[in-house]
């Protein structure tokens, strides 16, 4: 959810924080208030585009910031992070900031680090779907609607998505291949000349596994050569020469074997360090026989060096390791062979891709048919939320259909289809308002009235599954009133059950619904106008619906209306709690 947000120099905002809580916050006040450019500010922190006109006049940078709780890892967002290097917090907190000059330049930053504006968007886009009267977000996002579809029934459909996605990536690479060896005999020329050239150097390399963390190791004996014997020959010294360590190691033990006879306790430590000296004679004569093996060869070291810039070479073109090396070395072997026998491994490639298109069909088969099943079960649970918005004569549908493909892709229902990784299936959500009418796109619905009752109803369903923390509407309930009124503030807040809703409306029945109301007011201090954010009592809830029910003077009658309202929403949310 979006816990905080924080405009500072954004329009006519001078300095604003506002804080936000679970279920359902509504935005109300006059116009031109500055209720659409907090949306704004948060299209904005999620990737939108900005521009130097955002910034306050006579200021040098407007900066929006968002803190955000993601309530678990399965989120997009920790996906995102992973992806690029973001840190995330076991409370879930990700703040995301957004700076913007006058000169129009913008920094983005997420949990601090820096991004590109690419980036944040990706980000936001896990936290936040905005709707507007003018703008179409994921729910009309024709590309889109087969994602919805899949998590509308994750588990069924997931299970298949994962079992054709292990073939489709088998089969996808056997066609790349098949791709590169049939293609363009020049560029096959000079890639296998090429090719030739690497294994001709590396073959001559004669490298052996691991040789050079072996040369490292000799090398750094041979720099090391004085302070290897000044160890060596200063260890054996103490234990032998003028110290005589192991002559005070033989009287402690002399002296202790004296006196085993009377006393358990100490025979058992003359015992323990008779064998200790022993342990301690065998390693001086080992650092011993060490020592005299010892010698410096400059000309070894040399060698050595001129070894090692050789590896180091091949390493800068071939590997970070001469093990990664000698592999290369051994796919670029599997290659030219491959390519000198191209017709061989083409028709071997042939017969693979025609028995892997079989077993690839039956999985995207499979796929289709489980999306049928649920497309069936989404368009049932739309038209019942259609029903409750009196959309009753609406039908939505899910269309299926796909891409004609070619001689190497698989074969279904008799026909070639193009195949990718969410099979082969063109998703597209249909929708008719008007009974005898065909169905029709569902971005094509022209009606402003009708369209904000479809996107509720798809909101509906889907703001369980999206996973988007929050979801924000901007007077989507614009041209309706009345029971459709009521009828979608009740809509609005069930979303809220699944997701934070952030929402403005010009509809009392939206604002008595809410369980946060925040009135946006102008103030105008030192001849500069400023927006106010502050959250209304229940006192002043009952003024404020009763400004939006008369339009301009409030009365003893529009406040018992808007105490009615009050009341009623009270209800209805305690019935659906």
């Known amino acids: ?91 879930g907190m990700l703040v995301l900031n957004r700076t913007i000059s006058a000169n129009g330049k913008s920094i983005c930053r997420v949990n601090g680090k820096l991004v590109t504006l690419a980036i944040l968007r990706e980000f936001g886009q896990t936290l936040i779907d905005i709707h507007t009267q003018h703008e179409t977000q994921s729910l009309m996002d024709v590309d889109r609607h087969i994602e919805l579809l899949d998590l509308f029934d994750r588990n069924q459909i997931g299970q298949a998505k994962s ?130 093996g010892l010698e410096f060869s400059e000309e070894e070291l040399d060698s050595i060096e001129s070894r090692l810039n050789e590896i180091n070479r091949l390493k800068k073109k071939y590997g970070q390791s001469v093990n990664d090396i000698l592999e290369y070395a051994a796919s670029v072997e599997e290659e030219i062979d491959q390519i000198k026998n191209k017709d061989t491994h083409v028709s071997k490639l042939e017969q693979s891709i025609h028995e892997k298109a079989e077993d690839v069909a039956l999985e995207a088969k499979q796929l289709h048919e489980v999306r049928k099943e649920a497309s069936i079960q989404l368009t049932n649970a739309i038209h019942e939320e259609l029903k409750d918005l009196y959309l009753e004569k609406a039908a939505f549908g899910v269309d299926f259909s796909s891409s004609e493909g070619s001689a190497q892709d698989p074969v279904i229902d008799g026909k070639s289809v193009k195949i990718g990784p969410n099979g082969y299936d063109l998703v597209k959500f249909m929708i008719t308002t008007n009974p005898g009418e065909p169905l029709k796109d569902i971005h094509k619905v022209a009606s402003g009235g009708e369209l904000s009752r479809i996107m509720l109803a798809l909101k509906r369903i889907f703001s369980k599954h999206q996973g988007v923390t929050s979801v924000i509407f901007d007077e989507v309930d614009t041209g ?31 604002a008595a619904m809410a369980d946060t109301h925040l009135y946006i007011r102008k103030e105008v201090e030192n001849d500069r106008t400023t927006t106010v954010v502050e959250e209304l009592d229940m006192t002043n809830k009952v003024e404020e619906l009763s400004r939006m029910i008369s339009g301009a003077e409030m009365t003893e009658t529009t406040k018992d209306h808007a105490t009615e309202l009050l009341d009623l929403a009270d209800k209805f949310k305690k019935q659906h709690a």
């Not at 209720?35 to 990737?47: H, M, R």
């Not at 910031?65 to 992806?83: S, T």
Request: a negative charge; one cysteine or more; proline letters at 1%.
């Open 1 to 91: 959810m979006l816990a905080e947000l924080s405009i500072k120099d954004f329009a006519i905002i001078d300095e604003v924080s506002v804080q936000f809580r679970e279920g359902l916050t509504v935005l109300t006040g006059e116009t031109g208030a500055g209720k659409s450019i907090i949306i704004d500010a948060i299209q904005l922190l999620t990737g939108g585009r900005g521009s130097a006109e955002f910034v306050r006049y006579g200021t040098k940078k407007a900066e929006i910031e968002g803190l955000f709780y993601v309530d678990h890892d399965r989120h997009q967002a920790f996906q995102k992070a992973e992806m690029f290097g973001v840190d995330i917090a076991d409370d």
């Open 163 to 292: 079992d054709y996605l292990d073939l489709y990536k088998e089969f996808d690479a056997l066609k790349k291949r098949y791709k590169e060896l049939s293609e363009n005999e020049q560029e096959m020329a000079q890639r296998l000349d090429l090719l030739e050239f690497q294994y001709n150097e590396l073959d001559q390399a004669n490298l052996k596994p691991g040789e050079d963390d072996e040369l490292e190791e000799q090398r750094n004996k041979l720099m090391n050569h004085e302070k290897i014997y000044k160890g060596l020959h200063d260890g054996y010294n103490a234990l032998y020469g003028e110290q005589k360590a192991m002559d005070w190691l033989s009287l402690a033990l002399s002296s202790l074997e004296n006196a085993r006879d009377y006393d358990d306790e100490i025979a058992k430590k003359a015992e323990e360090l008779a064998n200790h000296y022993y342990m301690v004679e065998e390693l001086a004569h080992g650092v011993r026989n060490q020592l005299d």
């Open 480 to 510: 309706v009133s009345g029971r459709v009124a009521q009828s979608i503030a009740e809509k609005i807040h069930g979303i809220s059950a699944a997701s934070q809703v952030l929402c403005i409306s010009h509809l009392p029945q939206v």
